[in-house]
């Protein structure tokens, strides 16, 4: 299934993230200053715990549910 990726527009309304789920809906998310601090934030976590042996781990034990998901799936 080809989705359209991510995308960002200013208009009126103010900063929007635009996405699409699983049904294929468009979906616009508007982005707050609260909500970016947010995303932020989970960002500085996550790469924090990439440091860590305990998050590679994690890391790699997420990918590799993932790729066994789309075999099944293929």
């Given at each position: 299934?080809?989705?359209?990726?991510?995308?960002?527009?200013?208009?009126?309304?103010?900063?929007l993230?635009?996405?699409?789920?699983?049904e294929?809906?468009?979906?616009?998310?508007?982005?707050?200053?609260?909500?970016?601090?947010?995303?932020?934030?989970?960002?500085?976590?996550?790469r924090?715990?990439?440091?860590t042996?305990e998050?590679?781990?994690?890391?790699?034990?997420?990918?590799?549910?993932?790729?066994?998901?789309?075999?099944?799936?293929?």
């Open positions: 299934m080809n989705r359209p990726k991510p995308s960002i527009t200013i208009d009126e309304r103010g900063v993230l635009h996405v699409t789920d699983s294929g809906n468009g979906i616009a998310i508007p982005l707050e200053p609260g909500t970016v601090l947010e995303l932020a934030a989970g960002f500085d976590r996550a924090a715990s990439l440091k042996p998050g590679r781990k994690a890391l790699w034990h997420g990918l590799a549910n993932i790729v066994s998901e789309l075999a099944k799936k293929g």
